[in-house]
């Protein structure tokens, strides 16, 4: 049996298991240990497969065992996920509020009988949770109170916390969450080191044959390496990777990542809704561009309670800019009485931009003020003659609602090769 991240060649094998646990077909005898109500289609299971959002368990070509897990836009196809995605900023984890940004949907999950009490199910969360949280710090979920062998198992076993009650369509809901940094039976982690990231030297980055298979392989995008040297963060990031960091039995690494989809804002596409230029015109906003790393750094932390941007990966930053190799690191910031009301960290190689992290104050006062920051951003970059403004994952619906456009890895890799001066690989 393996564990793997699903393809589109699983996607008839996991339809088949989804067929035998179904309301409309599963066999009478099997409907008391639980079933499902949710259909989806080849495309949808294709959507999700593009997000690296499922996650199965496999003997030779049979699916036993998969688990679901998709951002809010994949989920927002169906009535009770809209609900929910409407509900989230009520609601509180850790001391956190949930957003769309911070959490993603877990579930649906099928397992065959035969591999049930078999402890398969804290392996394939444990499996799916390490890969989620390479993107989401939070895991939130719903179980029906009449379900109750799955609450057992998510509630008491794997330890899901109840956030809330909730009704849907005449059914009792109970809404769960967990942090994705905590692996089950072990201390809380960033993230894993084991496959399928694999460790990625800086010698790669300098090989052709070696960069165009990283290329070629849609099927992986995390890697991993301890070095964070500024030669080695340039070198990524030259190559159209983009980093985090993360940690592991109390050592730092950094996740270089070759994305599969990023968010590109052409500066012609720039969409600026009204409040927002009121807001702008009204305050007499402007922004700062600049190198206030310390400053900016306390207010992420306080923004993100799960964050990858920490003092050394900072200083690696800050070491970038000493190297001076056509990789330059800024911080853009939004003030008002001197004190920082949003911000973010990039970097500028050739006449590209791309946003690391940042945050906005989450003071009723200052609505909109992260917003206000990208649009000045992105009208400051157009000003000065950049091609376009890299926000990196798509997943945020923000991007979009900006006027970015999702490419593909192969389409993103022509652009930034083009506009960043550098030899296609």
Known sequence: MELKIADFSDIEATLMLHQKYHVDSILPEDREDGFLTTSFTKEQLKELIEEEGLFLVKEGDEVLAYVMAGSWEFWSQWEIFRIMVDDLEKLEYLGVQLSTENSYQYGSICIDKSLRGSGILEKLFNFSRAIMNLKYPILVTFINKKNSRSFAAHHRKIGLDILKEFSFNGNEYYEMAYDTSKELGGKGLIAVVDSPIEHLPLESFFDKETMNSIYENTFQHYYWSDDFSAKYYVAQAKAGFIAVSMERDGKLYLTPEIQKEYAILDFQSLHVSKKVKRLIARKN?????????????VKIQEYHAFCWFNAIYLQTLKEVNELNDNCHV?????????????????????????????????????????????????????KSGFDFFNLGQPYMPYKLDLGATVYNRNEFLKRWFKSTNIEDK
């Open 285 to 297: 906003l402007k922004i700062e561009i600049g190198y206030v790393f310390d400053e900016l750094l």
């Open 330 to 382: 800024v911080t853009v910031v939004l003030r008002d009485e001197g004190k920082i009301i949003a911000g973010e960290c990039g970097y500028i190689i050739g006449k590209t931009y791309t946003s690391l992290t940042g945050f906005s104050s989450r003071e009723k006062k200052y609505a909109n003020y992260g917003t206000a920051q990208l649009v000045l951003l992105a009208q400051e970059l157009e």
